[in-house]
């Protein structure tokens, strides 16, 4: 059989690495596949001289690039939803497979990109795109198919993790934290993308749609950062048996799916507690399985190269056997999707921790937990804290709730003459059922 | 298209597990399918009325069974060497795909039943086989695909797991938690297969084939139980900072592969130290993903059949998809094994763990410490420990050396006429890179 030729697109870290990996292990490679790989063509405008590029054709039109005929597979690694989107629309309108790491791009329009490659009979391959070398896809579409998802939980932003896991160990600031992850190379000049959840929220609409085989629906995802997460919650998490994760969670309730980033108490004893540093982790609760856990890095030139040259690997073997190059596994894991709602905030149960500064004014608590009483939302813990300065923060830990009735209680409280700033709520999953 | 069908061979827990998976996920299973399953016949001599058995057929010879026309694949779940093996012979020979849990059949007849699956052009799926629940199968020959595997390492049998658990957590002797194991119904009545880690030896010998590309070579993993292993050296391991757990270890070496299962003391903070009672794990070190770690339950009917059930639908897809049902994935994960020796024991090197019983005569110390020094044994860290009855025991870490020159030096220290008892070895792995 000839070999299956590939274009590569974008040269950065990723890209690099997919044609370094390529380079290093072909004859491992080809002892799975059976068939020789070709890298016909790269697209780039910076220079790679530390790069083997001999015999491959180079250029900056990227567009040009996926209209040759010598290209079987296009690997899309040039990151953003423009110019990206044109041209992974314009591979596929010329037949090509493509494989991309572009959570954002196909987390925002995945539903028309999808649609596009399955009339045009091609695949769209994605494991790059959620947790970098973590086999996640994989493993939700394929190896968990026989189950029900109930839910999964993830940790799938690395620098996000790197800062709460400092914070954590070191008692320092956000800010602190944050700066030193820019310097690390952890995190962008713009952090906004990882810190405020965007990232997560791009990464779990994608797992979201393949564990329940609803559409992808980014802008239904509740987001929540972890800028606002003070080292003191952090300690009086801890104190509590806690640990403050900033998860990704999708979970199907009764009148829908739950689909929401946002920092979260987990007990210590949970093995997402566990995963520390740029690590990622997804915890996935099955029907039949039960819970299962994924863990691995996250981010990287390396790990992501993994998951990419992965599925080119997968698509190789697609087009040596099937009789199109169809491929055999749905690309959004089921074959028809289900519009399933996707709940509202206010519709979500969970359950609270919460941090308010008083005054030390006799019968303030007494207050908030008539307030809290009186919504029918129960205490399960209470910290007595030291007094800091002239106030005192009372930290409550509450059994889950709606949390339309969590609202109503904080603006009541918040009302109280004795609070002082805002009310932190921060989210509590036990993880168990 | 019309159904695929199907015959469950054994109504065990495993067996009853799969039928009621099918039934009640038909669903969801068919949404990702996009083609209905059917169960045809069962092979079963124990009646089980607690199961939906309407409109199957049901016979207790086996044999007959795999040769109907209306049979597309066939699932083993009646576990054993004989008949088992002749029944899957007379699948393939007819054609049938096959799916089976059975490890000790493949580990011990892989290379054969392979074999005869490639001419026939039809495929045996074995995710059941290991670690139940994870999808480790799918994850090694595909999800990594990219990779070298350098190495990995597995808790890979619960019930061994559990008991090194109790016997951590509650200082209790090794024969007490195998009773209440067996009350529990975790481990059997003869507990050999698994305290004596052939069961962790057989599920080893299917992941160092997948992972390295080599035939299937049960006979050459060294074997070692946990039945020897006393609560004083599991309290040993813990205050010098590890954990002792019975894994499954298959590494890359420069002559080799190690293939090892024993009892292993791995630092406290490795992933793998954490996994506790009766749940499995698999780290896997490759060379461009680095390490992963793969975690859930490893027995029982759910998990057991939630992989079955994983194997019929990707069977399903592939007789749907590929020209021939062959499917697209090598059997063993390489088109073409390679023959890499295994590294016989001694050859093998590793960090160890001894304790010496001496009795409290100045000099022994120094003795013992001479003849590692003389065979360039470093030694890592040494336990002073208080006198129990009139015996001390040594407790002495070593750096890596190979085996062949710590089997000379233990023979030397049980010489000293001060030694008292068996010198106890347990291996020790930092697992980092």
Redesign the interface.
């Known amino acids: 059989m000839k070999p299956v030729r590939l274009a590569i697109l974008g040269l950065g870290t990723v890209g690099g ?1 997919v044609l370094q ?1 390529l380079q ?2 072909a004859t ?2 080809k ?4 068939r020789e790989i070709q890298i016909t063509h790269v697209g780039t405008r910076r220079p790679r001289p530390d790069l083997n590029l001999e015999g491959i054709q180079q250029s900056d039109n990227l567009l040009e690039i996926v209209r040759q005929p010598d290209v079987d597979i296009v690997v899309e690694l040039i990151g953003g939803l423009h110019p990206a989107k044109d041209i992974i629309i314009e591979a596929i309108k010329h037949g090509k497979q493509v494989v991309t790491a572009n959570k954002a791009l196909l987390a925002e329009h995945g539903n028309e990109l999808f649609t596009l490659a399955d009339q045009h009979v091609v695949q769209i391959a994605y ?1 790059a795109a959620v947790a ?4 996640i896809i ?2 939700m579409r ?7 998802i109930n839910w999964l939980a993830g940790i799938i932003n690395g620098t996000g993790n790197f800062i709460l896991t400092e914070m954590r160990e070191k008692g320092r600031p956000f800010e602190d934290v944050l700066k030193e992850a820019q310097e690390l190379g952890y995190a962008e000049a713009d952090p906004t993308f990882d810190v405020e959840g965007i990232d997560a929220a791009h990464k779990l609409t994608l797992l979201a749609s393949i564990a329940f ?1 609803i559409p992808l629906q980014f802008d239904k995802v509740y987001t929540e950062g972890i800028s606002k997460i003070t080292a003191q919650d952090v300690q009086y998490a801890e104190e509590l048996g806690f640990r403050i994760k900033h998860l990704g969670i999708a979970r199907r309730a009764e009148k829908g799916i739950e689909l929401r980033v946002h920092p979260t108490l987990i007990p210590k004893e949970q ?1 997402l507690a ?1 995963v520390n540093g740029v690590q990622n982790a997804i915890a996935v609760n ?12 996250g981010a990287g030139g ?2 992501t ?6 599925d ?3 698509l190789v ?2 087009i ?4 199109d190059g ?5 690309q959004l ?4 999707l ?1 519009d399933i709602p996707i709940l509202p905030r206010q519709e979500i149960t969970s359950g609270y921790y919460l941090r308010i500064n008083v005054e030390d004014l006799t019968g303030v608590l007494a207050d908030v937990t008539t307030i809290l009483s009186h919504l029918g939302i129960s205490i399960d813990a209470i910290l007595q804290q030291p007094r800091l300065k002239n106030r005192i923060p009372i930290v409550i830990m509450t059994d889950p709730i709606v949390e339309s009735k969590m609202d109503e209680a904080i603006a009541k409280i918040q009302a109280l003459p004795a609070t002082h700033g805002e009310v932190i709520r921060i989210r509590l999953e036990s993880l168990e059922h």
Request: charged share 20%.
């Open positions: 690495g990996l290093e292990n491992e490679i002892r799975r596949t059976g494991e970098g070398g973590i086999p994989k493993v394929e190896g968990l198919a026989a189950n029900r085989g093995p566990n099955a029907s039949a399985v039960g819970q299962t856990m994924y863990y691995g890095p390396g790990p190269a993994s998951a990419a040259v992965a080119i690997i997968d073997r697609d040596s056997y099937t009789e169809s491929g055999t596994i749905p894991a089921f074959e028809s289900k």
